[in-house]
């Protein structure tokens, strides 16, 4: 017995109308099939009739506002424009989609327009930021001058060719440095005794550090200037400023080493110990590199943070007009509080300076957070390139020592 | 057939459950190092944070015990002759968060629906990497940024406000007359409003990424189901995503107030101070516990330390509820996502 379709039964010569032959069964046609390949449902895409539904209400939107801005409406500034640019606009598309659309899908594309919007309006406000930040600067960020001198010779009505932030840039250096030289070793022991210990006190500390991210920065800087500098009688100076700022930096190291430690397989540390490794060995060789990416991101994340603090500096080291290499005594000034200073200024000479420092310390900021993404972006254990290659060379050069041992001659 | 197979008569024919066998790790001398190590810099990293709180709370002592509870009832602050209170200065400092909050939260409850839902993928780690970036940005900056670029934007908006909506008590300014176009615009300048507005873009990334952490771990089950059910993607967002987020929106927005009460230096650059509070949220000056302690540490006496200590326990207290609430609200959602502040 064969089994035919429609089409092999009619190509093998049958006529239309005479019953086909005994013994022979025949599957009726799919009218459908080949015309049509199953295709699912795209929920997230843009259609054209989207884009320019979108792009007719924006211009209908911008001309309509354009008639209507001060002199119906009672709206003024910049700000009423933009507000009543974008009610228009979200008005015309709802009207634009009601037409092709009913119910439930006018809403949800005037929801994804709303949505969207918000996006937008966060994305615009970063970069008005930044944007104004850098252009009201300008003068005197790209005068070398700026990044060589200080501001000992140079007094508030001074053209900005005199003077600089070098006395920042330096003091930002050194109190960092004491900071992470303070933070690093305690910060990445103690996630690690959070992660490697149970028990009552591991939960209580970990209740601590949490509540302790809570803490204004401004009692940070409160508390040392009230312990160290009063009651212990030591100067205003970068030590002590570096020692608020580790009060800052401390937490947010210690909670997200916590974090990127508990991402360590275990199956890696239970086979570190059934190899025999002391506990001690098993995070030193296994733990440690395996999150050593992650533990460098919680690093710099902590720094991001240590170097915008302008309160904690301001109340310990005190504002400096000179560069300052000693952290023991003298104030020392760090770039948030210079900037600071400098526009406290109605002078519009110091205010440029400080939005000029302002922009030296978002790129400073830049960099670290470019740095702990590039870090950060990988899972824990995972290898770049140029590791794994090393890896590589690591386990031949095992291999020939352990067949050299085995065998006592190189394979 | 010469062997046959016997089994062994079973041991435990009296029921006695096999006794597990007891492992004794015995640790050696370089792991008891470790541990002593470890539980030492956990230790230390105990008492240096409560060192912090308990000595804020000895250090304020004298101050509470000259005023007593007045302290939380005084609005004025003169320690010099023993009248000061925090009533004023913690008003508004609320009054900044909430207005912070209040701004931050529908922007970053959409963001984070945006980036989570409607964005295309390519562009959602970008997206991501924007809002950390905006976390990031030193507090500082944004204080320059309200105080010199945005400030002359926002007293149109408060203008507009107190014109329209002035029989709103929120909204009324003293001083100033609708109906006289050259009134000075300079009652409006410094406010709790424009205060608000700057620390409101500090808030806004720390709620948006919590939130979108929450918004992705919404199971993937229940997204296709009510896509099957023939729902569009908002109807999907309206009955899965912000039901499943809830404890989420909630922990999230109560970190951001956390963040936006303790806020210094962003407050101090655009406020200017004054002690007698009101609700009319336009009016110029303003005041926050953290800028009074910022302006005021450098000629302190002993005892106007003290006060200014009690003023920031004060403050110190509110975050620490405000986050330990927030923490519960997201550890019990039904995602459970980790709060990472």
Redesign the interface.
């Known amino acids: 017995m064969t089994i035919l379709s429609d089409t092999d039964y009619r190509s093998a010569g049958a006529v239309d109308g005479e019953a086909p032959a005994l013994g022979v069964t025949v599957l009726p046609s799919n009218p459908a099939s080949g015309d049509a390949p199953h295709q699912p449902r795209a929920?997230?895409k843009?259609s054209r009739d989207d884009l320019l539904v979108a792009f007719g209400a924006a211009v209908s939107g911008l001309s309509m506002t354009w008639l209507l801005f001060g002199r119906i409406t009672?709206?003024?500034?910049?700000?009423?424009f933009v507000v009543l640019l974008f009610v228009t606009f979200v008005a015309t598309y709802a009207l634009l989609v009601s037409l092709t659309n009913d119910g439930?899908?006018i809403?949800?594309k005037v929801?994804?327009v709303?949505?969207?919007?918000?996006?937008v309006?966060?994305?615009s406000?970063?970069l008005?930021?930044?944007a104004?930040?850098v252009w009201?600067g300008r003068q005197a960020l790209f005068k070398p001058n700026l990044y060589l001198d200080d501001m000992s010779r140079a007094g508030p009505l001074e053209p900005l060719d005199v003077g600089g932030i070098a006395h920042a840039l330096i003091g930002t250096i050194i109190i960092m440095s004491l900071a992470l030289a303070l933070t690093v070793?305690?910060?990445v022991?103690?996630a690690?005794?959070?992660n490697?210990?149970r028990g009552r006190?591991?939960t209580?500390?970990r209740t601590?550090?949490?509540?302790?991210?809570?803490?204004?920065?401004?009692?940070?800087g409160?508390?040392i200037?009230?312990?160290f500098i009063?009651i212990l009688g030591f100067p205003r100076s970068g030590l002590a400023a570096s020692i608020a700022v580790s009060?800052m930096m401390?937490?947010?190291i210690?909670?997200?080493g916590d974090?990127v430690l508990r991402l360590v397989p275990g199956n890696l540390r239970e086979a570190s110990a059934a190899l025999g490794a002391?506990?001690?060995?098993t995070?030193w060789h296994v733990v440690l590199p395996t999150a050593r990416s992650g533990l460098s991101t919680s690093v710099i994340?902590g720094v991001?943070?240590g170097?915008?603090?302008?309160?904690p500096v301001?109340?310990t080291s005190g504002v400096g007009a000179s560069s300052n290499l000693d952290p023991t005594k003298n104030p020392m000034m760090s770039l948030?509080l210079a900037?600071?200073e400098f526009?406290?200024s109605p002078q519009p000479a110091l205010?440029a300076r400080?939005?000029a420092t302002?922009a030296v310390?978002?790129i400073f900021?830049?960099v670290?957070?470019t740095l702990a993404?590039v870090l950060g972006g990988r899972p824990a254990g995972r290898l770049s390139k140029h590791q794994a290659r090393r890896a590589e060379a690591r386990s031949k050069r095992d291999l020939e020592r352990f067949e050299l041992r085995l065998n006592g001659v190189k394979s | 057939m010469d062997t046959l197979t016997t089994l062994p008569a079973l041991s435990r024919t009296d029921h006695q459950l096999p006794t597990r066998r007891v492992i004794e790790a015995q640790?050696?001398t370089?792991?008891r190092?470790?541990?002593g190590?470890?539980?030492i810099?956990?230790?230390?990293?105990?008492a240096?944070?409560?060192?912090?709180g308990l000595?804020?709370a000895i250090?304020s002592i004298p101050a509470l015990r000259r005023t007593g509870l007045s302290f939380f009832t005084t609005s004025q602050w003169q320690p010099s002759t023993g009248v000061f209170g925090v009533a004023a200065v913690i008003g508004f400092t609320i009054s900044i968060a909430v207005i912070a909050v209040a701004i931050a939260l529908?922007?970053s409850?959409?963001?984070s629906?945006?980036?989570t839902?409607?964005?295309?993928t390519w562009l959602r780690s970008t997206?991501v990497?924007?809002?950390?970036?905006?976390a990031?940005?030193?507090?500082?900056?944004?204080?320059?940024?309200g105080?010199?670029?945005?400030q002359i934007?926002?007293i149109?908006?408060s203008r507009?406000l107190s014109?329209?909506l002035g029989w709103i008590p929120f909204f009324d300014v003293t001083g100033h007359d609708p109906s006289n176009p050259l009134s000075s615009l300079s009652v409006f300048s410094a406010s709790s409003f424009i205060a608000g507005v700057v620390v409101s873009?500090m808030v806004?990334p720390i709620q948006?990424s919590v939130m979108r952490e929450v918004f992705s771990q919404v199971p993937p089950g229940e997204r296709e189901g009510a896509?099957a059910l023939g729902?569009?993607?908002?109807?999907m967002?309206r009955v899965v995503s912000l039901p499943f987020g809830r404890g989420g929106i909630i922990g999230g927005t109560m970190l951001g107030l956390?963040r936006a009460?303790?806020?210094?230096?962003a407050v101090?650059?655009i406020i200017s101070p004054r002690f007698d509070f009101s609700f009319n949220l336009l009016e110029a000056g303003s005041n926050s516990v953290?800028a009074l302690?910022?302006l005021r540490?450098s000629e302190a006496s002993d005892f106007d330390?003290s006060a200014?200590?009690a003023a920031?326990l004060t403050?110190?207290a509110m975050?620490?509820v405000?986050?330990?609430v927030a923490?519960a609200f997201i550890a019990k959602s039904r995602s459970g996502a980790?709060s990472?502040?």
């Open positions: 929920i997230g843009i009672p709206l003024d500034g910049k700000a009423g439930p899908a809403v949800d929801m994804a709303m949505l969207s919007a918000a996006g309006l966060a994305g406000a970063l008005w930021v930044v104004s930040t009201k070793p305690l910060g022991t103690c690690v005794f959070l490697e210990t006190v591991t209580f500390v601590i550090v949490t509540s302790m991210t809570a803490l204004p920065s401004v009692l940070a409160l508390f200037f009230a312990t009063l009060i401390l937490p947010i210690i909670r997200s974090v002391p506990k001690w060995r995070v994340l991001a943070r170097i915008g603090e302008t309160a301001l109340l948030p900037t600071y526009v406290r205010v400080g939005f302002a310390l978002m900021v830049l670290l957070f993404r | 640790p050696g370089g792991d190092i470790f541990s190590l470890m539980l810099s956990g230790l230390v990293v105990l240096i944070m409560s060192a912090v000595f804020l250090k529908p922007i409850l959409a963001t629906l945006f980036i839902e409607v964005a295309p997206l990497a924007m809002v950390d970036l905006m990031a940005v030193p507090s500082v900056v944004y204080g320059l940024w105080a010199r670029v945005m934007h926002a149109g908006i507009w014109t329209w873009m806004m948006c896509f729902s569009t993607r908002w109807g967002i956390g009460l303790g806020e210094t230096i101090v650059l953290s302690i910022a540490f330390l200014l200590m920031g403050l110190f975050t620490l405000v986050n330990f923490s980790s990472e502040a």
